[in-house]
Every structure is written in structure tokens, then in C-alpha cells.
């Protein structure tokens, strides 16, 4: 980690002594008590909400804050984008996002616990955590300071100051100390994973009110130093082992700070573990090359064009053929767990291509789902990568666009037309 990066950080979310801030808490309703904010067109209804049967967490529908030919973007030069509103699974709207200048992060279910951002006024901005049946509680924190870390767990700073850990299920607030780093992503995509009993702390050598340099560890809940400071980066958290770097070069280890495994510099690691294994890259040739390494070190697989995680332990496995690139589905042992071939016609869209529910897909398109099928056979964005059971597009039928809403097999649950 750069200084300038960890200075950054640091004053990010360093602490003074500071009252826990009250966490609004609202069920299946809108609040009333917001800041006034512009006049949103277009929001949905209740009616216009068709749910089939077999939905089982809430999802989001998006809808036009204001039309795109509206003037003020062309006068401003401003990129129209849409809004969301948060819907139960019975097709009640639940919450909406208003008045934000660019488009708010919406976070997928980890664990039962999702998050979207809804406004920004006055260098502060309003986070709604929702759970899986539709519950949702509202946040306050200093411009975009709010991350999920692990399931219930979130991490939020109320003022440029003061950061807490929150329980989204006890509802409770503990305030972390100056030795405590949680970095928050500027895109909220908790690309660092963490075990929230045992998390990194940093011991820094100051002198003259500089950081000459600094080392992490490893503590818990109740302060307890699991690991003393020795290492320099913190990279993520599975299955027991963190992901560390120790001058420069990737290590795993145990809550105590043991070593497991410290792979060769030869490979760039490029995940934590998954399923007893772990992703590594390399190049020969120019030509880029992933495997699977397993916990003594030694490869798990033969080399593929791409691999890349799934939510079921299992892996996508991307292959280069004189056809062009295929992909199926691997498990640790680099066993094929899928009998068809998926076509990748694109292969700039290699190491975009993610599996969620039962679609294959970029950060912008559906490529097939798992029966190797198009649900969507016209020309589509997506809006927000999909969620586990419904997936929001802007799409085009007959000449004419929309923004909707599908279950992924695409049936229809919500639609309205862009003018």
C-alpha cells in the first residue's frame, strides 16, 4: 500500500471521541422525514409491478427520475441515468432512491443483508440496508462512507472522523479505535473480504507527526491481539486464512499470524480461497494463463484463458480454442460440472464474464443462461450486474426503448417505455 494511499485512508477514518449516532429503523415503508428533495417522474406503482410466483428476496426495479431527453443534460452535459426503487418479494415498493446526481451503488443480498445508496445533500449521504424480507433501515454517514464487510456487519463513518462497526441485526454500534483499518471502496463493492472476529490493526512509527512506516495484525471483537504487526497489506479473508502481503509477495495466514502457504513470485494470486483452492495467473509467451493452486502449493488444474469464482464453490473456466473462447463450469478438483460449451464471441469480455443465478453474463450483457439459452434476444444493457433472481436492463423491442425489470428466464416484471 502506497503512503499517500494509507494517509488517505487513515484520515478517512480516524477517530475522535463522538456520540453513536442514532440508526433510523422503518419496515415496508417509505420514510417521510427526509431532506426535501426534487420531484422524482415516473416512479412506480404498486400496479405496474407484476411478481410471479417464486420470488424469495426483494429486488430492484429501476424508473426514470426524469426524462433523458430532459434539457438539462444536454444544456449540462449531464449522463442521464435511471433511479431504483427497492420492491419485496410480494411486489410492494419498499424504498426508493431520490435526488442523487449520479447513479447510487446498489449492493447485492450477502448473507441475508443488502444495501443502496438513495441521496446526497450537504457533503452527507443516506445508505438504506435492507434485509431478505424486506425490512430496511436507514443510515446516515460522511459523503459515501458506508461498505458491507460481512453479512450483518457494516461499516460506516458519520462524520470525516468518527468510523463504527454496525449490526444490522442487533442494531447495536461499536466505535473503532485509530489502530483499526477498515478501507472503504469508493464504489462500495467490498472487493475485501473480511472475518469480522479477527480484522486487521496497524501499528505506525510516527515521529514529528510523520508515518515513517507501519505493519499490520490481526485482533478481535474484544481487542484481543490475535497476530502482532508483521505484515504490510491486508488482502481479503476465506475459509480461515487471510490474504496478506509480506514485502511485496502474497502469504497466507491463520488468525495467529502462521504462515500456511507463501506461493511462488512466479504467479500473481489472484483470489483467496475457494472450495480448499485458489485462483494464481501467469504469462508465457506474452500470453496470459490461469490455473488453481491448492493449500500445499502445487497446481489444482490445467491452465485455462480466464477462471473466475462462483457463489456455488464452484469456478468458470474459460478456454481458447482455434473456434474462438468457450467456458464451462469447473469444481476444485477441475472436474467439468457442466455438460454444454458456452460461446464467448467477444474476448474483451473474458474477464468480465460472472455467473449469477442462472445467468452468464458481462458487466453489460447476458450471454446465455445455464440451459445455454437467450432469455433476452434483443439488444439490452445492464443497468446493475443481476441480482440472484431477477436481472434490470434498458432494452430494445420494436424500435422502441425501456428500462425493466426480469426474472432470468425472462419473464416480464416490470417495463416503461424511455421518451
Known amino acids: 500500500m502506497k503512503k499517500t494511499n494509507y494517509v488517505n485512508i487513515m484520515f478517512a477514518l480516524s477517530l475522535t471521541l463522538s456520540i453513536v449516532p442514532s440508526v433510523a429503523h422503518s419496515e415496508n415503508a417509505i420514510r417521510s422525514d427526509r431532506p426535501e428533495t426534487t420531484v422524482l417522474k415516473y416512479v412506480p406503482t404498486d400496479k405496474e409491478i407484476q411478481v410471479p410466483l417464486g420470488l424469495t428476496e426483494p429486488f430492484f426495479v429501476p424508473f426514470a427520475g426524469s426524462s433523458p431527453n430532459d434539457p438539462y443534460y444536454k444544456e449540462f452535459k449531464q449522463?442521464?441515468?435511471?433511479?431504483?426503487?427497492?420492491?419485496?418479494?410480494?411486489?410492494?415498493?419498499?424504498?426508493?432512491?431520490?435526488?442523487?446526481?449520479?447513479?447510487?451503488?446498489?449492493?447485492?443480498?450477502?448473507?441475508?443483508?443488502?444495501?443502496?445508496?438513495?441521496?446526497?445533500?450537504?457533503?452527507?449521504?443516506?445508505?438504506?440496508?435492507?434485509?431478505?424480507?424486506?425490512?430496511?433501515?436507514?443510515?446516515?454517514?460522511?459523503?459515501?462512507?458506508?461498505?458491507?464487510?460481512?453479512?450483518?456487519?457494516?461499516?460506516?463513518?458519520?462524520?470525516?472522523?468518527?468510523?463504527?462497526?454496525?449490526?444490522?441485526?442487533?442494531?447495536?454500534?461499536?466505535?473503532?479505535?485509530?489502530?483499526?483499518?477498515?478501507?472503504?471502496?469508493?464504489?462500495?463493492?467490498?472487493?475485501?473480504?473480511?472475518?469480522?472476529?479477527?480484522?486487521?490493526?496497524?501499528?505506525?512509527?510516527?515521529?514529528?507527526?510523520?508515518?515513517?512506516?507501519?505493519?499490520?495484525?490481526?485482533?478481535?471483537?474484544?481487542?484481543?491481539?490475535?497476530?502482532?504487526?508483521?505484515?504490510?497489506?491486508?488482502?481479503?479473508?476465506?475459509?480461515g486464512l487471510h490474504r496478506v502481503k509480506i514485502n511485496g509477495m502474497t502469504h497466507f495466514i491463520t488468525h495467529e499470524g502462521k504462515v500456511v502457504l507463501k506461493p511462488s513470485r512466479n504467479y500473481k494470486v489472484e483470489s483467496n480461497f475457494h472450495s480448499g483452492v485458489f485462483i494464481v495467473s501467469g504469462k508465457k509467451d506474452n500470453e496470459e494463463f490461469y490455473l488453481l493452486m491448492n493449500k500445499k502449493g502445487t497446481f489444482a488444474s490445467k491452465k485455462y484463458a480466464f477462471l473466475k469464482e462462483t457463489s456455488d464453490g464452484q469456478f468458470i473456466a474459460v478456454s481458447k480454442t482455434k473456434d474462438g473462447y468457450f467456458f464451462q463450469k469447473i469444481n476444485a478438483m477441475d472436474k467439468p460440472t457442466t455438460t454444454l460449451p458456452y460461446k464467448l464471441d467477444k474476448p474483451e469480455q473474458l474477464k468480465q464474464l460472472k455467473q449469477t443465478g442462472k445467468l452468464f453474463h458481462t458487466d453489460t450483457q447476458i450471454i446465455a443462461d445455464v440451459a445455454n439459452k437467450q432469455p433476452f434476444p434483443f439488444p439490452h444493457k445492464l443497468l446493475t450486474p443481476p441480482r440472484r433472481e431477477t436481472v434490470s436492463m434498458e432494452y430494445t423491442v420494436g424500435g422502441k426503448k425501456y428500462i425493466g425489470t426480469f426474472t432470468h428466464d425472462g419473464t416480464k416484471i416490470y417495463a416503461r417505455e424511455l421518451k
Open 79 to 239: 449522463k442521464w441515468f435511471p433511479h431504483f426503487a427497492l420492491v419485496s418479494p410480494t411486489g410492494k415498493v419498499i424504498d426508493q432512491q431520490e435526488a442523487l446526481l449520479y447513479p447510487g451503488y446498489i449492493s447485492p443480498l450477502q448473507n441475508g443483508y443488502g444495501f443502496f445508496h438513495i441521496i446526497t445533500h450537504f457533503g452527507n449521504s443516506s445508505f438504506i440496508i435492507f434485509d431478505q424480507q424486506g425490512n430496511t433501515q436507514e443510515i446516515t454517514t460522511y459523503n459515501d462512507y458506508l461498505t458491507q464487510i460481512d453479512g450483518e456487519w457494516f461499516l460506516y463513518s458519520p462524520t470525516s472522523y468518527t468510523s463504527y462497526l454496525y449490526n444490522a441485526r442487533t442494531k447495536i454500534s461499536k466505535q473503532i479505535t485509530d489502530e483499526e483499518l477498515f478501507p472503504i471502496s469508493s464504489e462500495h463493492t467490498g472487493e475485501k473480504t473480511f472475518d469480522i472476529h479477527h480484522y486487521p490493526f496497524v501499528k505506525r512509527n510516527v515521529k514529528d507527526g510523520m508515518v515513517l512506516s507501519y505493519k499490520f495484525g490481526l485482533k478481535d471483537m474484544n481487542g484481543k491481539i490475535h497476530a502482532k504487526p508483521f505484515f504490510d497489506e491486508y488482502m481479503g479473508y476465506s475459509e
